[in-house]
């Protein structure tokens, strides 16, 4: 039996942590660079996943840096919020798909 609830829910969670991540060391970067310095911003980039069974995912696929711009704490403190709410969103989703297959599992008992 396969759950792709969970599966997508898990691996958007996933790309979520890893946009944490990627804004997390754009910070800390561009703080022990010091003011004056610069520092390219790096952005995290997200692939679609098609497997051959129709399943559709999203997957971390690295980051590439923004040219000419320096790092900017309000956008990345926005970065944040948007990465951190969708983690939410995607571990609200997983929840629900666990207790899907939990019922579902119950009523196969019966």
Do not use: C
């Amino acid at each position: 039996m396969r759950f792709e609830l969970l599966d997508a829910a898990a691996g958007s969670m996933d790309a979520q942590r890893a946009a944490l991540e990627v804004a997390a060391r754009n910070v800390a970067a561009a703080q022990a660079a010091g003011p004056n310095a610069q520092y390219a911003r790096m952005i995290p980039e997200f692939n679609v996943v098609e497997s051959g069974d129709g399943d559709v995912s999203v997957a971390f696929s690295g980051t590439r840096t923004e040219s000419g711009t320096n790092v900017d704490m309000l956008t990345e403190m926005i970065a944040v919020m948007n990465a951190s709410r969708a983690y939410e969103s995607d571990a609200a989703i997983f929840d629900v798909g666990k207790t899907l297959a939990e019922k579902t599992i119950d009523l196969e008992r019966l």
